[in-house]
């Protein structure tokens, strides 16, 4: 067993294990597949380091500077919040998320964490919110918004996935505003043996509608059941 490795990806070592023995004065195909894994992965995550996707590395307290590093500490989250801001402010703004006050709470939030909290990395977002929702509840919007981005596909592909079951053959003239409402139903609604319908039923009766409302149509004594004896005779 011969392994060729010489190529590394971010400080990781690539290896290629091989059974075959080489041929002098050749280069080794293992040498060209690590080669070309390598230009692939650089190619693929080249902006991994740069823009939104390092500005998201505010979401993880992993990534927070030491309280003893007083130079990192001074600017920390400044150019990632700016980032993150630009990138995201349509869906901010249509979520009536004030863009303009996020610098200033920034700073706001991060000296009462750092103020409170001896080991971030017991931290979480949640008790944070818990904490300074009210005082900084636009950036605390931001982290939230950052948190929901998906790491995988997994999410969009069982969202498809439940819309060919809900838009089948015999639905297909379903509006995109009805599509919508049935796909939050069945993914975003609680387990069915944790569901209070009580909601939901109350908002059917009372709302206004052309149609009769008619919730004890079917009866026992109306029931199709409980007239089939008489149908038969």
């Known amino acids: 067993m011969k392994a060729t490795s010489g190529q590394s990806y971010k400080g990781v070592e690539l290896r290629v294990v091989t059974a075959r023995s ?12 690590l080669s070309t894994i390598q230009e692939s992965l650089t190619v693929r995550f080249g902006d991994i380091s740069l823009g939104v996707l390092a500005a998201t590395k505010l979401a993880s307290f992993k990534n927070w500077p030491d309280p003893q590093n007083a130079a990192a500490l ?25 863009v303009e006050l996020i610098p200033d709470q920034r700073l706001i939030l991060k000296t009462k964490i750092y103020a409170e909290q001896e080991n971030l990395q017991n931290l979480s977002w949640s008790e944070v919110n818990r904490k300074h929702g009210e005082l900084c509840p636009d950036v605390l ?21 439940t819309m060919k079951q809900v838009k089948t053959d015999w639905r297909s ?4 505003a009805s599509l919508t409402d049935l796909l939050m139903v ?48």
């Open 173 to 176: 003239k379903l509006t995109s």
């Open 141 to 161: 919007d931001l982290m939230d918004l950052v948190m929901s981005i998906p790491v995988s596909t997994a999410d969009c592909e069982r969202g498809f996935n």
């Open 22 to 33: 080489d041929r002098a004065g050749k280069s080794p195909p293992e040498a060209t597949l």
């Open 186 to 233: 069945q993914l975003s609604s609680p387990e069915i043996r944790n569901y209070d319908p009580s909601t939901a039923i109350d908002l059917w009766w009372n709302t206004e509608t052309i149609y009769q409302r008619r919730p004890n149509f079917m009866t026992e004594g109306n029931s199709f059941e409980g007239n089939s004896d008489s149908d038969r005779d």
């Open 74 to 98: 001074e600017d920390f989250g400044e150019t990632e919040v700016d980032a993150l801001c630009a990138h995201f402010q349509p869906v901010l703004n249509s979520s009536d998320v004030c």
